[in-house]
């Protein structure tokens, strides 16, 4: 199942992992790495349902790219409780050109395989994917 574009598998553990977070809700969050020494994708970082969007920010890391998923709860105008899955695509200025690139064209293949993402967001610093961007979004 590699994708002819870029060479990227995708490990069986992501599609597993962000279905729990899609229908039993036992993760806030998860990040995902490519391992480029197998070329697959992999889950890197699961949350825990209790840590905030704050926690999750804090994990990517400041100078290489990932992909990742945030389940977003959030209450409507009409006081309603509702939640939204983020899907994340972080490439920082200062990630590696190659690394860049690898993350950019198998992007498209890797969130076909996660079936229920609703917004995407692309972020190459912290302002990009802030609480408010995120909130703007919902809408």
């Known amino acids: 199942m590699a994708n002819a574009a870029s060479g990227m598998a995708v490990h069986d553990d992501c599609k597993l992992m962000f279905l729990e977070l899609k229908t039993k809700r036992t ?3 998860i990040v995902f790495k490519i391992e480029e020494k197998q070329k697959q994708v992999v889950v890197e970082k699961v949350g825990e349902p209790t840590q905030s969007y704050e926690d999750f920010a804090e994990i990517l890391p400041a100078d290489e790219c990932r992909y990742a998923v945030y389940d977003f ?16 695509a972080w490439s920082p200025d200062t990630a590696r050109v190659r690394s860049k690139m ?6 498209d293949r890797f969130k076909r395989e996660l079936d229920g993402i609703q917004i995407e967001l692309q972020a190459t610093d912290s302002t990009e994917m802030g609480l408010d961007v995120i909130k703007s979004r919902v809408n």
């Open 27 to 29: 993760h806030r969050f």
């Open 73 to 88: 709860d959030f209450v409507t105008e009409e006081n309603c409780q509702k939640s939204r899955i983020f899907f994340i």
């Open 102 to 107: 690898i993350y950019a064209s198998s992007k």
